[in-house]
């Protein structure tokens, strides 16, 4: 049975940095590209970062580059999310999604875990 599972998801201040992981399980986790995406309360899910299955190419969302960053342990199965400097406005639910590897950069995730709540405090 393939499952995403986000943890991680905290309350944290203005300013600091929060790790989110995602650990992959039912699936040959080398074999996808992940991703994370998040959506505060009112708004359409966004894009946030997305890393290689290989982990050799990065992509974020404007709103995020130079405090965000992705990385991946194929070994164990985990995608993780190094949030730095945060704002009030990174307060989110965070899903991680894997892709498959061949599919083209931009298209559609195929599946998606069930998120964790990030809380950014003024």
């Known amino acids: 049975q393939l499952q995403l599972v986000e943890s991680g998801g905290d309350l944290v201040q203005a300013g600091g940095s929060l790790r989110v992981s995602c650990a992959a399980s039912?699936?040959?986790?080398?074999?996808?590209?992940m991703g994370w995406f998040r959506q505060a309360p009112g708004k359409e899910r966004e894009f946030v970062a997305a890393?290689?299955?290989?982990?050799?190419?990065?992509y974020f969302a404007e709103s995020v580059k130079g405090r965000f960053t992705i990385s991946r342990v194929n070994a164990k199965n985990t995608v993780y999310l190094q949030m730095n400097t945060m704002k009030p406005e990174d307060t989110a639910v965070y899903y991680c999604?894997?892709?498959?590897?061949?599919?083209?950069?931009?298209?559609?995730?195929?599946?998606w875990g069930q998120g964790t709540q990030v809380t950014v405090s003024s």
């Open positions: 999604a894997a892709r498959w590897r061949d599919k083209l950069p931009g298209s559609s995730f195929d599946y």
């Open positions: 039912g699936l040959t986790f080398s074999s996808y590209a």
């Open positions: 890393i290689s299955w290989s982990g050799g190419r990065t």
